[in-house]
C-alpha cells in the first residue's frame, strides 16, 4: 500500500508545476505577440495591399481606333457606338444563373449563353467577356437598374469599324475582326489589349499593315467593389489614346469609277501619279463588303467569297501577277538602245515568225508587218522584231534593265502580300529550276512572256518611269496624324533621256497614229492626248496542228484559257500627270478590251484633277471621334 505524500513535499510539487506552466503560457503569449506586432507594423503594408486588391478592381479601358480618310478627307473608315455587356466571372458567384436572370432583361438566346459560358471557361476569373453587343440604350438602362441581382455584369461602351464606300475599297482597307488564338499564335506583340475578349485588329489591308498606330494605348480604370462584385465608385481614371488618323492618297470618286468600269470582269487597274507617286486609284475586282466581316461574316457568304472563280478576296493589284505581254517590249527596248545593240531607225523584217533550231516563234499577226523599226515595231507591236533584237541584247540586260523600271522589285506599300514579280535571268533558272538557261527563254522572255511576270502595280510604275525619266516609287499613305509620307524616287533613271523619247514617241503612236494598236482608244480632247501600250498574254501553249487550221478565238475557249488582256498609258502625252495599267484576267486581247477601259479612267483622272491636290485633314477631326463629318 503506496504511502500519502507529506504535505511539504506535495507543496514543493505543486510549485515546480506552476512555473513551469506559467513559462509556458508566457512564451506562447510572448510569440504570439511578436507575431502580432510583425504583421501590425511591420507587414501592415503587404496586408493593407492585399486587402486593397480584394475590394479594388484594375480594368483597361481600351482605345477608339484611329479614322481613315482619302486624299480629300472623306472618311472611308470611322466607328459607331456599340452598347455591350460584359461579364467577370470570379465576381458573379454562378455566372449560370446570373445569365439566365440576364435573359429576362435583354435579348439573349440559349446559344448566346453557352457561347459565353465555353468563352469564360477558357479565360482567368478576372478577364471581362462579352455576353451581349449592338443593344439599344433602353436595353442598357434596364440592366443598369437590375445590377444588385446581376453581380458581375458591367454595362460598356464600346464601338464598332464602319466602311461606308463597302466594296470600292475592300482590298485598300481590308476589315477588323476579334483577335484569334491563331493571331496571337504569330505575333510577338504583348499589348495586353489583345487578351481582351472580341478585342478587334486588322485582319487585312492598311487596317492590318499600320495596325499599331491606328489601334492606340489603352487607358486603365480603378474601381472599388463590393464583397459581391458590385461597383461601388470608380477610384480613378487614365484615359486611352486614340488611334492615330490615316490620310490616303487615293481620290475616293476615281476609285468608285474604276470600279464601277471594271464591272463584272475579273480585273485590275491602277492609277498613280507620275510627279510624286501617288496611288489616287487602285482597283481590284470582283471585290467583297469588309463590313461582313466586322460582327462575323456567315457561313454562306465565307463559302461563296472562297468558291468564286474570279477571286474576289484577292487583291490583284498588287499581288496578283502576270505575263505582261507586249507591254514589257518597251523594257526590251530600252535595253537594246542602252547597250547599243540597236539604233531606232535600224529595221528588221518580219515574215510572221522566226525559226530557230527547228522552232518558229510566232508573231501576232500570221501575215506579219514587213520592214520594221523600233518605232513601228511598239506602235504595231510587232513580236519578230523584239526575237531579233534579244538576242543581241541578252537576258541579263533585260533584266537589268526591267528592274530599273519597277519590275522584278518589291515597292514598298502599306499592303500585304505585296509581290516583287519576276525579271528572270540565268542564274534564276539554274537555282530555282535546276536547268540551264536557252535562247528560247530569251526570246519569250522579250516579249513579256515565258518566266517574265508582273503586277498591275509594277507596270503603272513602269508606265510612270518612262513617262516622267525618274525612279518614282508608289505612295498609298499621304499621312499619320497630319505627319506626311515622304515622296521616294526623284532621282533620274540611268536611262539616256533620248533613248526614253524613243520608247515615248512608239508610245504615242500606238494610240494616236494610223495603224497602232490601240487607236480605238484614242482621247480626242486637245492637250490630253495618251500614249501607251497594249498587250495580249497567253496562258496556254499553241500547238503546230492548232496553228496549221487556225488558232481558236478566246471567245470559243472555256475562260481560264483564254489570253489576259493588258494595256499601260500615261497622258497628257507631252505634260504627263498619270500613268496608268489595266489587266482583265482571261480577257482576250489588250486593244480590244482593256485599252477601252484603260481610256475611260484616264478621262476620269484627268477631269477631276484639279481636285486631286493635297489637303490637310481637318482640325476638328481627331482619332476618337465616332464618326466625322461625311460632308468633307
Known amino acids: 500500500m503506496r504511502r500519502p505524500a507529506k504535505p511539504g513535499r506535495l507543496r514543493q510539487m505543486l510549485t515546480r508545476r506552476t512555473i513551469l506552466l506559467a513559462g509556458l503560457q508566457a512564451g506562447v503569449i510572448g510569440t504570439l505577440g511578436v507575431q502580432m506586432r510583425r504583421i501590425a507594423v511591420e507587414q501592415n503594408q503587404s496586408f493593407r495591399l492585399l486587402a486593397e486588391e480584394n475590394r479594388v478592381n484594375i480594368r483597361l479601358i481600351p482605345p477608339v481606333r484611329g479614322l481613315v480618310f482619302d486624299r480629300l478627307g472623306k472618311p472611308l473608315a470611322y466607328n459607331e457606338p456599340n452598347y455591350k455587356i460584359d461579364m467577370v466571372r470570379e465576381q458573379s458567384g454562378d455566372p449560370e444563373t446570373v445569365l439566365r436572370r440576364l435573359a429576362t432583361i435583354i435579348p439573349i438566346t440559349e446559344e448566346d449563353i453557352a ?12 478577364v471581362p467577356v462579352t455576353v451581349a453587343e449592338d443593344l439599344d440604350w433602353e436595353h442598357i438602362a ?54 481582351i475578349p472580341r478585342f ?9 499593315r499600320i495596325e499599331k498606330p491606328l489601334r492606340g494605348k489603352s487607358g486603365v480604370k480603378r474601381i472599388e467593389v463590393n464583397s459581391i462584385g458590385r461597383v461601388m465608385r470608380v477610384l480613378g481614371r487614365e484615359e486611352s489614346q486614340p488611334g492615330a488618323n490615316v490620310q490616303l492618297t487615293i481620290d475616293n470618286r476615281l476609285q468608285r469609277y474604276a470600279m464601277e468600269r471594271l464591272g463584272k470582269e475579273s480585273a485590275a487597274a491602277v492609277v498613280m501619279d507620275v510627279r510624286n507617286g501617288d496611288i489616287v486609284a487602285l482597283a481590284s475586282a470582283p471585290s467583297f463588303d469588309p463590313n461582313k466581316f466586322v460582327r462575323g461574316i456567315s457561313t454562306t457568304d465565307w463559302n461563296a467569297l ?70 513601228d515595231s511598239l506602235k504595231k507591236s510587232c513580236d519578230v522584231y523584239y526575237y531579233e533584237v534579244c538576242q543581241e541584247v541578252g537576258i541579263e540586260n533585260i533584266s537589268a534593265m526591267a528592274k530599273e523600271l519597277g519590275i522584278g522589285v518589291e515597292h514598298e506599300l502599306e499592303l500585304p502580300a505585296v509581290r516583287e514579280g519576276l525579271a528572270p535571268t540565268k542564274d534564276w533558272k539554274k537555282r530555282r529550276r535546276d536547268a540551264d538557261w536557252v535562247i528560247g527563254d530569251t526570246l519569250n522572255a522579250s516579249i513579256g512572256q515565258g518566266f517574265v511576270l508582273a503586277s498591275p502595280m509594277q507596270l503603272a510604275v513602269m508606265t510612270a518611269r518612262i513617262a516622267s525619266g525618274t525612279k518614282i516609287s508608289p505612295r498609298l499613305v499621304n499621312a499619320i496624324d497630319n505627319r506626311p509620307h515622304p515622296v521616294k524616287g526623284r532621282e533620274p533613271l ?3 533621256p533620248e533613248h526614253l523619247d524613243v520608247v515615248r514617241k512608239g508610245m504615242y503612236g500606238v494610240v494616236n497614229e494610223r495603224g497602232g494598236t490601240a487607236g480605238r482608244s484614242r482621247i480626242r480632247k486637245e492637250g490630253w492626248d495618251m500614249a501607251g501600250k497594249t498587250g495580249t498574254s497567253q496562258v496556254r501553249f499553241i500547238t503546230k496542228e492548232e496553228r496549221a487550221r487556225g488558232v481558236i478565238r478566246n471567245s470559243d475557249l472555256p475562260w481560264e484559257r483564254r489570253d489576259h488582256a493588258l494595256f499601260v498609258a500615261y497622258a497628257p502625252a507631252d505634260n504627263p500627270r498619270f500613268s496608268i495599267s489595266v489587266v482583265v484576267e482571261h480577257g482576250g486581247g489588250g486593244s480590244s478590251v482593256a485599252a477601252p477601259i484603260a481610256k475611260d479612267i484616264m478621262l476620269e483622272a484627268l477631269e477631276l484633277s484639279e481636285d486631286m491636290d493635297y489637303r490637310s485633314l481637318p482640325t476638328d477631326v481627331r482619332a476618337g471621334r465616332e464618326r466625322p463629318d461625311d460632308k468633307a
Open 306 to 375: 472562297n468558291t468564286d472563280t474570279y477571286k474576289p478576296m484577292l487583291n490583284k493589284t498588287v499581288t496578283g501577277t502576270y505575263p505582261p505581254g507586249s507591254t514589257f517590249k518597251m523594257v526590251t527596248a530600252l535595253a537594246a538602245l542602252k547597250g547599243g545593240f540597236v539604233k531606232p531607225d535600224d529595221k528588221v523584217y518580219c515574215g510572221g515568225y522566226l525559226e530557230l533550231h527547228n522552232r518558229r516563234f510566232h508573231c501576232w499577226r500570221r501575215g506579219g508587218h514587213g520592214k520594221v523599226d523600233m518605232h
Open 200 to 208: 478587334q485588329i486588322g485582319k487585312n489591308g492598311i487596317e492590318r
Open 115 to 126: 457561347s459565353a459560358l465555353e468563352e469564360m471557361s477558357k479565360r482567368r476569373g478576372f
Open 142 to 195: 434596364a440592366v443598369s437598374a437590375n445590377a444588385p441581382a446581376l453581380p458581375g455584369i458591367t454595362p460598356e461602351l464600346g464601338h464598332y469599324r464602319i466602311y461606308p464606300q463597302a466594296d470600292d475599297f475592300a482590298h485598300i482597307l481590308g476589315f477588323v475582326g476579334p483577335v484569334s488564338d491563331y493571331d496571337l499564335s504569330q505575333t510577338d506583340d504583348d499589348d495586353p489589349l489583345l487578351l
Open 494 to 496: 540611268d536611262i539616256d
